[in-house]
């Protein structure tokens, strides 16, 4: 197990970040046009409509915000899923262009800090991975710090119902809940914790049949 460690500080969060960033850019460089357009369990998203919306916050001004909340007649919820289904429609090679255009970029979504990007491309590269049938590690010192920020969570709001569990983090030591004990790889639990109970299951099946990983 891994011993407890610092809170990671703004500058190591950023850099895992950008190599995630970078790490999945390279994953949907070599995918077939058949596996851009695979179900994936984030909503009625496909592949490209993740990976559209992971280019969206570092890229988007505040003007480009407000533009798209109009268009949502102020449906928060709405207005990033009706966006990432436009920026979507671009050619693939320019989905991938506009992730790594934004490695080294510190913009942020109005009202949100810089654990939302480390959340965003932790939960949606294995929203990608899953639904391709791929293997993507999550470091752990990054999936818990991506964990306390969702138990945390009340501006912009939790969009997702906090389980009724406790929760046991078995690579990494990080306890969070009351109820029934749930016990998995940190990142399996970053999954049950924003809202994707079977994509938990998923990553905890697969850990369980391969418990070197």
Excluded: K
Excluded at 16 to 37: H, T
Excluded at 100 to 105: A, D, E, V
Excluded at 156 to 179: F, K, M, N, Q, S
């Amino acid at each position: 197990m891994i011993p407890v460690g610092v809170v990671l500080d703004v500058d190591e969060r950023w850099r895992i970040v950008d190599r995630e960033r970078a790490g999945l850019a390279d994953l949907l460089d070599g995918l077939s046009p058949d596996e851009w357009e695979t179900p994936t369990r984030c909503g009625d998203w496909r592949v490209r409509d993740v990976a559209a919306h992971l280019t969206m916050a570092a890229r988007f001004s505040y003007r480009d915000g407000l533009r798209e909340m109009v268009r949502a007649r102020g449906d928060w919820n709405r207005m990033i899923h009706d966006s990432a289904v436009r920026e979507a429609q671009l050619p693939v090679a320019e989905i991938v262009a506009n992730l790594r255009s934004t490695i080294g970029s510190r913009s942020l979504a109005p009202t949100t800090t810089p654990r939302e990007p480390l959340i965003d491309i932790l939960v949606h590269g294995q929203d990608i991975a899953l639904a391709l049938g791929r293997v993507r590690p999550m470091p752990p010192q990054a999936a818990r710090d991506a964990a306390d920020r969702v138990w945390t969570m009340r501006i912009p709001p939790r969009p997702w119902p906090l389980p009724h569990a406790r929760l046991v983090a078995t690579d990494i030591e990080w306890t969070r809940g009351e109820g029934d004990e749930v016990r998995g790889p940190i990142a399996g639990l970053l999954l049950q914790l924003t809202g994707r109970p079977e994509a938990a299951q998923e990553w905890f099946d697969r850990t369980a049949a391969a418990p070197g990983e």
